[in-house]
């Protein structure tokens, strides 16, 4: 399905510097140079020569051979075959093999490449590949042909996607191999159909994108990212197209006089390193414009500062910010604290006096090399050290990370459509913050994750026992939402047998959260009941002492072998006005009369089912205290309670607000007639103007 690609090309390099590795790699200009020619069988053919330079680029010594053979059996095996343009099919894997050699990819990477479409297009067999290349070489072919079923329409089936997608998902090679191979797909799409060429540019948008995204590899995604605009979106396209182009014919170019004015100041400071501008890519240019409306000449690209080595690059920062105006609040460091896909670099960013701004990208070469790369620049991942033998297993050095969470949610998905719909929503994720631990560690999460996401991400599924926590040494709810850089100490529980609540669900964004509590709460039906229904947590609380809740008080009930539980949304005390509801699991809720919950039920039809007090007056109830901030009032508060025979059973404390704060305890009487007078007993504690009975703050679950 070859053929020249009729999307306009994205803007070209500029100068780079003189290190190997290019500012920026035209790749769709190098694919076409892969076009096949007469040669010799004898002989190394002209048309892999380009792979071959490519390749001694990133490997000077790299042995030849393995691509020499490899090259003979793709173009024995695929001779005949044309593609859709009527160019000879072995121009493809070639093209494709091309763009990972310049990426740095190394040779078994390579040699799969070209034989990538053997054993789905030709008699070739994957036991034949392994006895002529190897069982590395056998398993990427292998990943690589599973994964081709996933192409056109397949994406759309859950159980396809989830199966193809781990097999290659055991290896960063294989899925490294689809994307260079969609792009020279993407790159020649110009001869199919409209309709198939927007069905194809939809999946890559949706998938093969956002892979590329994780794993790194931003000059394939940069350039996919465009020619999927100029399918999908074709006047926007062109529109960017004739700004970028306008702004080329500039005579001035304010981004140019940054740049030399950097190159003195580092040439002054006697900091070796290399300034040159980096044009933003389409997509880049139309997000900007969106964003800023009328564009300045700086937004068209950024500079990028390479130096030798990473304190250099904080030097480099050092001199930028004194020398010239830095943007503070553009500043990102993303050497101390990589990100999630391998990504290292500092931002920031410097302004003129006419108030033209230029954002900076400060790093060393090889940190450029796998910003641009990701996993490609990684080599072979799996080679073991020298002194370190893996013994058979395979050592994947981007663990943790995506790719290996990924492989957990599949196991922990408890349905292919959960696992598909939690892997489309975290792939729409593109941006991620990290916060850090007490410990000094730290975890990267989505952009809007909240204290549910880093529980799970800490802790897995024993954070199951999470019952709070603190960020920035403030205690704060569950559902908080993190911000970059926030400090995130996690509360648990001891009682192995806590539970985490079905509403923590609306407050989970990250798959591990989402996969991990429905997963239990799939196993436990009877714990699934509507929010209504249910107490906002089953899971014992500890009491400043380390008590848990004894049974609540006992009720009686019109219904043989019901269990009864009472609704943590009014929590009923005797002698409150009560009445009851079925749920699944033969559980029957109890609520005050006045419940919202009970007008809600009965006029959705829900029979209630009678209910009464019995004798046992022992009772469970949430309280609200407001209060000014003063020294010791948390301490003065409890001991009040405590001497009125109240068992804390749970607390919460929000942030102050205007020198006032809110407590929510759960508490345990042996005796309802006993409320009263400790709701007179908080009251009385200096300090505290307001004691009410509530429901339990959504924050408790």
Partial sequence: MSAEATNPATPGPVSSPAA????????????????????????????????VDAHRAHHPSADLDPLHRAYVLAESSHRGQMRKSGEPYITHPLAVTLILAELGAETTTLTASLLHDTVEDT??????????????????????????????????????????????????????????????????????????????????????????????????????EDLVFAILHPEEYEHTRELIVDN??????????????????????DIPAEVVIRPRHFVS?????????????????????LVNEDADCYGVLGELHTCMTPVVSEFKDFIAVPKFNLYQSLHTAVARQDGQVAEVLIRTHQMHKVAEAGVIALGNPYAPAPDDPADGERAD?????????????????????????????????????TVFRPDGGTLGLP??????????????????????????????????????????????????????????????????????????????????????????????????????????????VDQP???????????????????????????????????AAVARMKSGGRAEVGVRWGDTTECRV?????????????????????????????????????????????????????????MRAMRNVPGVYDVNRTQPHPSNT
């Fill in 622 to 678: 949430t309280l609200l205290a407001e209060s000014f901030v003063r020294p010791h009032l948390l301490a003065d508060l409890t001991e009040a309670m405590a001497l009125e025979g109240a068992e804390i059973v749970s607390a919460t404390i929000e942030p102050p607000t205007q020198q006032r704060v809110r407590h929510t305890y759960t508490v345990q009487l042996p005796d309802a007639a006993l409320l009263p007078a400790l």
């Fill in 123 to 224: 008699d070739v067999t994957l036991d034949q590949v392994g006895e002529q290349f190897g069982a590395e070489v056998r398993y990427l072919v292998d990943g690589v042909t599973k994964l081709e079923k996933v192409d056109y329409g397949a994406a759309a089936e859950p159980e396809t996607f989830r199966k193809m997608l781990v097999a290659a998902g055991s290896d960063v090679r294989v899925m490294s191999i689809k994307l260079a191979d969609r792009l020279h797909n993407m790159r020649t799409l110009g001869v199919m159909r409209p309709e198939k060429q927007a069905r194809i540019a939809k999946v890559t948008r949706d998938v093969l994108i956002p892979l590329a995204e994780r794993l790194g590899v931003q000059a394939l995604k940069t350039e996919l």
């Fill in 248 to 269: 080329a014919s500039r005579a001035d170019d304010p981004l140019a006089d940054i740049a030399d004015e950097v190159r003195g100041v580092l040439r002054d400071a």
């Fill in 20 to 51: 190997r590795w290019r500012a920026r790699i035209d790749l769709r200009r190098l694919g076409r140079a892969a076009l096949l020619g007469p040669a010799a069988r004898d002989r190394l053919p002209d048309a892999i020569s380009h792979v």
């Fill in 285 to 305: 240019v139309h997000r900007v414009a969106r964003k800023r409306g009328e564009l300045r000449g700086t937004d068209f690209g950024r500079l990028l500062v």
């Fill in 561 to 595: 072998d019901a269990t009864v539980r009472l609704a943590g949304c009014c929590t009923p005390v005797p002698p409150d006005e009560v009445t009851g509801f079925a749920v699944r699991g033969g559980v029957v809720t109890v609520h005050r009369l006045e419940c």
């Fill in 397 to 433: 050095p981007t663990r943790p990370g995506w790719l290996s969470r990924l492989l957990d949610w599949q196991e922990a998905a408890p349905d292919t459509d959960t696992f598909w719909s939690t892997l489309r929503e975290d792939l729409a994720q593109d941006r991620e913050i």
């Fill in 447 to 556: 952009e809007g994750a909240t204290c549910v996401d880093a529980a799970y991400a800490q802790y897995g599924e024993d954070a199951h026992a999470c019952i709070g926590a603190r960020v920035n040494g403030r205690l704060a709810t569950l559902s908080t939402v993190l911000q970059d850089g926030d400090t995130v100490q996690l509360l648990m529980g001891q009682d192995p047998a806590s539970e985490p609540s079905r509403e923590w669900l609306e407050h989970a964004h990250t798959p591990a959260a989402r996969i991990a509590i429905q997963r239990w709460l799939a196993a436990h039906p009877a714990h699934t009941d509507t929010a209504e229904d249910a107490e906002p947590s089953s899971a014992p609380r500890p009491t400043p002492e380390g008590a848990v809740a004894r049974p609540v008080a006992d009720v009686i």
